[in-house]
């Protein structure tokens, strides 16, 4: 395979940075060449020094709590639908509709997790979760780190990580070591949503402050088999950062951050979504018109169809090709029912355990 860039023209503003020299190259803002005018951009550029050099960043306030509760209300319509056909079964002994977003899924878990376990593993992709992947401050402050022409991943996550439970912990990873090592050079961004108020006593994210400037390290499957885990041996030196995020605030990673979650030791649900965006210059799978500095999918050159394979990607801002932005809930919810039939990335030749049966 050649390198990647010999066969991936124009991508220098996307190069994850080693150093703040790339700043300048990854404020979109600076080029004015934003579809963000009428707003203030949400990520000053002291901000924006700091995700470079650290690799991380935590913005308070960036998402209206309006903005949420329509990914909340569509979690509570699922527990109620997966509870009430439990009760009915005689597997549950109630349905717990009297608690609020951050008790219920604990109190039910305390008699079955197969209702966080359906959450976990399935593919909610209600008109609220479109709404979040596509809300303007998010979209301003992605394209301030990705630059103007943005794709949104349709890798996306929610996580409710129950209290006292070791599924819900997630070992150290970059995810990167989940991608096509194709994209290791290039920034895909995390935007780590958390729906309540994250603390490091429910098992908020934790990062190793510069390791986005390590490589890609070596992976190993972790002992639950649902996880790629870097060993505490291979871990690269730097402070482990306990990043609290408050609802409503945004923790910002790239690809190659390492970081981790631990288990929750409280008694609300860590309710998060994870939320994932990168420049249409990178391999992407997005119906788009390709531009001439862009990755065209070639497998005799080694590039692929997109960082990870099999999920839909699509546009989410642009100036070159305005018209093909996916704008309603209805077009997204086509690409999340198509997935396309490629093959999953599986660099560290892992076997994944076969997804936890449920019963609903
Ligand atoms: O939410 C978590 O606990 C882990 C999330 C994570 O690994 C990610 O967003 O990449
Ligand atoms: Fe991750």
Known sequence: MKSPKSVLPGNDNNIISSD?????????????????????TPLSK????????R??????????????QPVMDE???????HASKLVARGRLSRSYAEEGFETRLAKISQETDQVAIAIWNGILHGP????LITQPRLLDAAEQLCGPELIASSVYRLRPKIPNYGYGAVPWHQDSGYFEPY????????????LVDATEEN???????????????????????????????DLPPGERVCCPVRKGGVLFITNRTVHASFINRTRIVRWSMDLRYQSAKLPTNASITRLPDEAVPSPALGV?????????????????????IIQSYEEFCHLRENPLNQPVTNRFNATWAAPKPVEI
């Open 183 to 194: 994209c290791d050079n290039f920034l895909v961004l995390t935007a780590w949503v958390p």
């Open 75 to 81: 979690l509570t319509s699922e527990i109620d639908n």
């Open 128 to 131: 609220g979760i479109f709404h």
């Open 304 to 324: 692929p169809a997109a960082c990870y394979p099999p999920e839909r990607d699509f546009l989410v801002r642009s100036q070159a090709r305005r018209d093909e």
């Open 203 to 233: 098992g908020t994210m934790w990062v190793i402050a510069g390791s986005h400037r390590k490589p890609v390290l070596n992976h190993k499957m972790h002992v639950s088999a649902k996880y790629l885990e870097i060993e505490e041996k």
């Open 55 to 68: 690799g991380y960043l935590v913005v308070d306030d960036l998402i209206p709590h309006d903005d949420i």
């Open 46 to 53: 002291e901000q924006i020094k700091f995700f470079h050099d």
């Open 20 to 40: 703040s020299s790339a700043l300048k190259e990854n404020d979109a803002s600076s080029r004015g060449t934003s579809s963000k005018a009428a707003r203030p």
